[in-house]
């Protein structure tokens, strides 16, 4: 029988641990998505879709300091990425910081004043502090945007 030839694999891209992460988060395979992160090369590290990852990961991990880190940077990175605005949030109201992650979502309503998932959340966030009218403002816009 012939010997199988052994090649050198060449070390997976960004995109592509990035893919297989994405892929394990969606299978609940967490720590194989934290591996896949890991191996990013250090120069990608603080690119926003590693960030965004990173933060989806935590999410799933309920690793709401983590999360709110990550969502921090990330909106300060790129105010445009609504990832990061959307994620910081979440990790406030997860800590019972209502009034933090309502104030994210309205500095972040500056430059996402159409996105439906931005004031939804801010709908219910006025909804757990109590304010029903702003509330009600909210998941109307929210409703009409889709």
């Not at 966030?125 to 509330?135: R, S």
């Amino acid at each position: 029988m012939p010997a199988r030839s052994r090649t050198r694999s060449s070390p997976r891209t960004t995109a592509v641990r990035l893919r297989f992460a994405s892929g394990y988060l969606g299978l609940g395979m967490l720590r194989a998505a934290a591996k896949e992160l890991r191996g990013v090369r250090k120069a990608d590290r603080l690119l926003p879709d590693v960030l965004a990852l990173r933060a989806d990961l935590c999410l799933e991990e309920r690793d709401w300091d983590g999360l709110m880190r990550l969502g921090q940077q990330l909106a300060r990175q790129d105010p445009a990425d609504s990832r990061g605005w959307i994620h910081w949030a979440y990790a406030l109201r997860e800590m019972d910081r209502i009034d933090g992650a309502r104030d994210v979502l309205l500095t972040a309503k500056r430059d996402h004043p159409d996105l439906g998932v931005l004031h939804f959340n801010l709908a219910c966030y006025y909804c757990l502090l109590g304010d029903m009218d702003a509330a009600k403002r909210s998941l109307d816009r929210a409703c009409r945007l889709k």
